[in-house]
């Protein structure tokens, strides 16, 4: 596999994933991945889980966050940890953005 060390966000477009929510992929490599979500208000991300570890950093908005039945408002400039496997959705409150990294890889994004 290539390793593309440069990802520029002007070349990369966002994915309409329906319902209020895009989604583009930035660097990425076997073990890591960045990922950047754009909600509208309103939107939600239905709770899901994965066999990847994930950080959650909220560039923009506010969302009420639920992390293995524990619900949290967070902000710009929040950040969530989610484990493997732990179930986990939000709720955008004010229109945003999170950036989101995984390890290893989400293969399923590309």
């Not at 994933?17 to 979500?37: F, Y």
């Not at 959705?89 to 293969?107: E, H, S």
Request: with cysteine.
């Amino acid at each position: 596999m290539d390793i593309r060390h440069y990802v520029f966000s002007k070349d990369v477009s966002y994915q309409d994933l329906g319902n209020g929510v895009k989604r583009r992929v930035l660097a990425w490599h076997d073990n890591l991945m960045i990922v950047e979500h754009e909600f509208d208000q309103g939107a939600v991300g239905t709770p899901h889980r994965h066999p990847h570890e994930q950080i959650t950093y909220v560039l923009e908005g506010e969302f009420d966050f639920t992390i293995a039945g524990e619900t949290k408002r967070v902000a710009a400039g929040d950040s969530m940890y989610k484990e493997p496997d732990v179930l986990h959705g939000a709720v955008c409150v004010k229109k945003g953005k999170l950036l989101d990294i995984f390890t290893p890889c989400r293969k399923d994004f590309l």
